[in-house]
């Protein structure tokens, strides 16, 4: 069975700080391995890693990918308030060779960024 | 463009009751799926489909139905509504693989 295993859970900051979660997982057959950040409503996307050791950035955020090792990180630098939210980490897998990917997810990390 | 719609918003359903989520995308895209919420728990999957007339149960299918007759639209049908259904419920759909999903907004249900 898929597994996905995020921490910490929860993250409590203050404005300015530099945060660092974390993704390990097992899947068969791996394809990608996604971050959401989820709000009050839907899921947003965020990023998509299929190599190992390139890093994606979009502005504060960043994350590189360790297919050896099964884990990713995702960075915040300088947090602010707006990034308080659940950020969500999603490994695709395909099963037994069919033509489409499954998506499992953690548990999510809960990040609170204070003023 | 609308991207996912999900109807309703909020419902609360008493035991033994049914209904249908409904699920409608206009992105043309062939994947639709169905997860649920709960706290401390992440997504799991319900149920999906990758084109018309083709679906298949992901992690949680169990007390759930789903179809598939357009592209578009791929409710969600609860049969007999029990208080572990109380969840959040999104749709969500893709082009395939390596593409991101695309989330509605969700559907928060409450079984008493």
């Known amino acids: 069975e898929d597994k996905v295993v995020q921490s910490p859970l929860s993250l409590v900051v203050h404005e300015g700080d530099t945060v660092t979660l974390n993704c390990s997982y097992e899947v068969t057959n791996f394809r990608s391995l996604l971050w959401y950040k989820q709000e009050k409503k839907a899921p947003t996307f965020l990023f998509m890693l299929t190599s190992s050791g390139i890093e994606k950035k979009s502005g504060r955020l960043s994350s590189i990918l360790d297919k050896k090792e099964l884990f990713s990180i995702l960075n915040i630098t300088a947090t602010q308030t707006g990034d308080s939210a659940i950020y969500l980490c999603?490994?695709?897998?395909?099963?037994?060779?069919?033509?489409?990917?499954?998506?499992?997810f953690g548990q999510g990390t809960i990040l609170t960024v204070h003023p | 463009n609308a991207g996912v719609t999900q109807t309703p918003k909020f419902r609360i359903l008493k035991i033994g009751q049914s209904m249908t989520l409904q699920c409608t995308q206009d992105m043309n895209h062939n994947y639709m799926y169905w997860y649920r919420q709960d706290p401390g728990m992440g997504l799991k999957l319900i149920y999906y489909s990758v084109g018309a007339g083709i679906t298949d149960k992901g992690e949680v299918p169990n007390g759930y139905n789903v179809s598939r007759s357009t592209t578009e639209d791929f409710p969600l049908r609860l049969e007999l509504a029990a208080p572990s259904q109380t969840s959040v419920y999104f749709c969500?759909?893709?082009?395939?693989?390596?593409?991101?999903?695309?989330f509605g907004n969700g559907t928060r249900l409450t079984v008493t």
């Open positions: 999603a490994v695709e897998g395909s099963a037994g060779g069919t033509s489409y990917g499954k998506l499992t």
């Open positions: 969500a759909s893709n082009r395939g693989d390596y593409s991101p999903l695309h």
